[in-house]
């Protein structure tokens, strides 16, 4: 017992738990692997990557490139320094969309066994108001950019890469949602130059339920449940200014930073399996924001507190538009999104009657490193008639993620598959351990970069306007959600048709 005890280190939030599981199992590895494969990833929506959705008729047909633009209520997320230039005393606009997502890791389980993640969401995601307000504009809006659930029920029989296991069963449901609410103002200081802000009041909340049940070809078995939920408040800022020279053409830019003002997480797993004859051989770990720690037996278990945060991460855009005459528009924006990092304290500490261990690493917290981009989205917006037009664009979605290469993984599961920690201390009943920082598990597991292709139509008339917008995402990349192997390749796959209906009053 002892001896497992030692192999306990610094990993991420599941694999911390799973790594406890072995307290009860007493069996290779590499069976807990399978498990953490099928289980929860980061509990954030689509982490990796800056771009979640699209928000306004126009915006969305364009794929985005619309910070020289942004005069409807669109504006008010995008650049809301063009709400200076809505040319109707009052808009409202609505948005639908229809979303569906699949990821897939391939050859993870077995050749030819891959393993799939789809979720299917139809939700309102935008709805903003733009009104006159003496020399100035003055908006609401709401914006959904997350409303997603990922659900899946799996039953395995003898996948090839586990020779010793004979069945695994899996049941797992994750939920995530962002929600903006704010309020604009936008007012010209010249003829040709204006300024906006707005300001988000921001909700974001992930919950994520999981129970596996993994049987071995000795008949003896594991039994593992998880509930995670996290919520945070924040407060996201945008600044925006406009500048027309002419009016053939238009440059925009916009700056805006997400402040986390409060957030909190709570954890709880319950891991036995068929050698839990007492509860002594029972584990039950629970955790907050503030701490996080478990208990088996006469063993307790302490570890770094979960984070109840998201990233707080700056995002810079600017682009133009070009408008050749009455009927050709054409928009071009460049999108950079900062990095990010947040330190903690990583100790953990093992301790029972008989020992004592320690283990530390660096304070990187893995869950939220981000990595910079800079993404790029263009479009055109062509009317056919003087009440029909057609959109078309395309956008970049890249990673955020740490580029993942065969090198760096292959020595970072064999670094696991050897125990993961370096023993620098092991005298008088105290153990202490060191996780190299560059080999750590790194729970932001995948690498994708996306590209994006937009196609819309729209029928509007002096009071109105209908249009809908059809996007789809592919990327090819790398994941490592195996972490005693190195990376597999992975796909996304995304479509996502939106249904825009708008009203102008004079």
């Known amino acids: 017992m002892n001896k497992n005890i030692l192999l306990i280190k610094h990993l991420s939030l599941l694999s911390r738990v799973l790594i406890i599981i072995k307290l009860i199992l007493n069996k290779v590895k590499i069976f807990i692997s399978l498990i953490i494969i099928l289980s929860v990833l980061p509990i954030h929506s689509d982490s990796y990557h800056n771009i979640n959705g699209f928000f306004g008729e126009r915006a969305t047909g364009l794929g985005g490139a619309y910070s020289g633009v942004s005069d409807d209520p669109a504006g008010a997320y995008y650049n809301p320094a063009g709400l200076a230039y809505a040319y109707d005393n009052s808009i409202s606009l609505s948005a639908s969309n229809l979303t569906r997502t699949k990821k897939t890791y391939e050859n993870v389980i077995g050749p030819g066994q891959g393993y799939g993640r789809n979720s299917q969401n139809y939700t309102p995601n935008f709805f903003g108001l733009v009104r006159s307000a003496g020399s100035g504009k003055i908006g609401f809006s709401i914006v959904n950019p997350v409303n997603d659930t990922f659900q899946r029920n799996d039953q395995i029989q003898s996948p090839l890469y586990y020779t010793d296991i004979s069945n695994l069963k899996n049941y797992n449901r994750e939920s995530f949602n ?3 609410v704010g309020l604009s103002y936008a007012e010209p200081i010249n003829s ?4 906006g802000t707005t300001i988000y009041f921001t909700s974001d909340t992930a919950s994520t339920t999981s129970t596996q049940m993994l049987q071995l070809k000795d008949k ?4 593992n449940t998880l509930n995670d939920n996290r919520r945070t408040l924040g407060v996201l800022p945008i600044l925006g200014l406009m500048y027309t020279p002419t009016d053939k ?4 830019a916009s700056i805006r930073h997400q402040f986390v003002t409060a957030g909190n997480r709570l954890i709880n797993t319950f891991d036995a399996g068929s050698a839990a004859v007492s509860t002594d051989n029972i584990t039950f770990v629970e955790g907050t924001n503030q701490a996080y720690g478990g208990i088996r037996g006469n063993t307790i278990f302490k570890g770094p507190a979960p984070t109840g945060k998201v990233p707080e991460t700056t995002e810079i855009r600017s682009g133009f538009a070009f408008f050749p005459n009455r009927t050709i528009m054409a928009a071009f924006d460049v999108i950079y999104t900062s990095a990010f990092s947040h330190r903690q304290s990583n100790t953990e500490l093992i301790y029972s009657p008989s020992s004592t261990t320690i283990s530390f690493t660096d304070s990187e917290n893995l869950e939220l490193k981000r990595y910079s981009t800079l993404n790029f989205a263009g479009g055109t ?3 056919i008639t003087e009440f029909m037009s057609i959109r078309l664009g395309g956008y970049t979605n890249y990673a955020n993620s740490k580029p993942l290469s065969w090198t760096n993984t292959a020595l970072s599961a064999i670094n696991k598959n050897l125990g993961d920690t370096e023993t620098i201390y092991n005298q008088n009943n105290l153990a202490v351990n060191y996780k190299i920082s560059g080999l750590r598990e790194n729970p932001r597991n995948e690498y994708v970069n996306n590209i994006g292709y937009c196609f819309g139509f729209s029928f509007s008339t002096a009071k109105a306007s209908i ?3 059809l996007i ?16 597999q390749s992975m796909t996304y796959d995304s479509s996502s048709v939106y249904i ?4 102008r009053n004079n």
């Open 467 to 469: 249009g809908i917008n």
């Open 500 to 503: 825009i209906v708008s009203s």
């Open 192 to 195: 040709k130059l204006s300024w």
């Open 178 to 180: 962002i929600l903006n």
């Open 220 to 223: 003896s078995y594991i039994t």
């Open 249 to 252: 053409i238009s440059f925009g």
């Open 381 to 383: 917006e062509i009317y």
């Open 472 to 487: 789809k995402e592919l990327g090819y990349g790398v994941s490592q959600i195996d972490s005693t192997r190195p990376l």
